[in-house]
């Protein structure tokens, strides 16, 4: 089992930036793919990005080129970098866990969750 916890949220201006970061325990090798998602009032979750335990990286449309995901495996830990935020960045933010089967780009795929960090990008 994997337990997440999420932290690194706030209140920034539009155009600022923040670090997310996700500490992984209990059994982070089970997993293959760490990814951060995204919620908005009466929204579901978003996709916006993964990492594979050899570090490759995958981006939402919405988000490439503006942040950037990274792990530091001997921390069990993953980051999100995020720059130029938008309003519509405005979510709570959760990290998962999935296997290396799971279709990374689909929330319902990842069965271990943080509680979520919350991002609010306004003036």
């Known amino acids: 089992q994997v337990h997440m916890a999420e932290s690194g949220g706030g209140l920034v201006p539009p155009g600022g930036s923040l670090n997310l970061s996700c500490v992984l325990s209990g059994h982070p090798d089970d997993m293959y793919y760490v990814g951060w998602f995204r919620q908005a009032p009466g929204n579901g979750r978003e996709f916006v990005a993964a990492?594979?335990?050899?570090?490759?990286?995958y981006y939402s449309n919405s988000v490439k080129g503006r942040f950037t995901i990274s792990r530091d495996n001997a921390e069990n830990t993953v980051f999100l970098r995020m720059n130029n935020l938008r309003p519509d960045d405005t979510a709570m933010y959760l990290c998962?866990?999935?296997?290396?089967?799971?279709?990374?780009?689909?929330?319902?795929?990842?069965?271990?969750w943080g509680q979520g960090t919350q991002v609010t990008v306004a003036l």
């Open positions: 990492i594979n335990r050899n570090s490759a990286t």
């Open positions: 998962a866990a999935a296997s290396a089967t799971a279709y990374r780009r689909s929330a319902s795929e990842y069965p271990a």
